[in-house]
């Protein structure tokens, strides 16, 4: 069986990254990855304002990690993005297509003809009444997506599909486990951060936090009246020779973001458990860069009380000729999840 490949693209605050998988009959391998970084302000909360930097870093991210192929999945998510569960009537796959728009717009806090709507069907209910189709209603802004996909085609790319975010971290690292049942997924990113709660790979909740690692370093270079490029350094320990009042009034700014992110973690979770009572969540799953901030899987087991991994999603994939070394593909794994997620979500 000849391999089929795809690539998913992740447009972040802070960088851009990519991830190209083929599919063939030993299973799932990853080909390739790269990631370059973006000029600050050229993405802000998820949606691209500076055409030609997000365009020249695509091009450069494009020759520089040798993706072959020009059609991306291509990942979204920010404030402009609704997901709600709802019912919705049950129609034929075409008919209910057609029909959606038309069921939704009392949904949504925008015009269905200035969104770009999907529903991601998660269970059918039939208790002797007319059958009902339960799932997450996902509706965004049409000019905020388009506005993406704008600056993929004009780096020469092709846009073969969008994807919510949250759905590809869900396909990353959400796959079922024999000893959990539920468990919440929290992909933190530079100024978005995607919270999924499943079950078996179902989902059930979504929130899409405005918050993330770069909030981390901001506080750290307000609170010390520094450029943000040495407060990154600081907040990932990577700077020598530092006075060590400076650490200390650093890690007191980033005991406080933490705090602050943490606590809307406990709360969203809260918020779920009181609506869902039969499906507690059990288990909480950490990705993305702002992740491995020191002192948070701590801090959200502790408020918490439940069990905090890190998310993998790259040991289940075969590994092809990335040009990646065992230290590299261990760097990349907290970044992966989105990216390698949109791709499965073509290829899987």
Do not use: C
């Amino acid at each position: 069986m000849p391999a089929r490949t795809a690539i998913g693209l992740d447009i972040g605050t802070s960088g851009v990254r990519a991830a190209e998988l083929s599919y063939g009959k030993h299973g799932i391998t990853l080909e390739r990855f790269g990631q370059i970084a973006l000029p600050e302000g050229a993405v802000l909360d998820g949606e691209v304002v500076d055409q030609p930097a997000v365009v020249d870093a695509l091009k450069t991210l494009w020759k520089g990690s040798g993706f072959k192929g020009k059609h991306v999945a291509l990942g979204v998510a920010n404030q402009r993005v609704v997901v709600r569960q709802v019912d919705l009537p049950w129609l034929p796959a075409a008919e209910f297509k057609e029909a959606l728009p038309l069921q939704v717009q009392d949904f949504l806090p925008m015009p269905v003809a200035d969104s770009v709507l999907d529903f991601h069907v998660t269970e059918e209910l039939n208790d002797g009444g007319p059958r009902v189709l339960r799932g997450m209603l996902v509706a965004a802004s049409r000019a905020m997506v388009m506005s993406n996909v704008k600056a993929v085609e004009a780096a020469g790319l092709r846009v073969a599909s969008v994807d919510l975010t949250s759905f590809a971290v869900l396909r990353a690292v959400g796959r079922p486990h024999a000893d959990v049942a539920t468990e919440a997924l929290v992909d933190v990113g530079a100024r978005i951060s995607n919270l999924v709660i499943h079950s078996g790979g179902s989902p059930r909740f979504v929130r899409i936090l405005l918050a993330g690692g770069q909030d981390v370093t901001d506080a750290i270079a307000e609170r010390l009246g520094v450029p943000t490029s040495y407060a990154e350094g600081l907040k990932r320990q990577v700077l020598e020779g530092v006075d060590p009042d400076e650490v200390e009034r650093a890690w007191s700014a980033v005991e406080l973001m933490t705090e602050a992110f943490v606590d809307e973690i406990r709360s969203s979770v809260t918020y779920y458990a009181a609506a869902n009572p039969t499906f507690p969540v059990e288990r909480i799953v950490l990705t993305g860069g702002g992740s491995v901030v020191a002192g948070m899987a701590e801090r959200l087991a502790e408020v918490t009380r439940l069990e905090v991994v890190a998310g993998d999603p790259v040991s289940p994939l075969h590994i092809g000729r990335t040009g990646l070394d065992e230290e590299q593909l261990r760097q990349i794994q907290p970044l992966a999840a989105v990216p390698v997620g949109l791709a499965l979500g073509v290829i899987a």
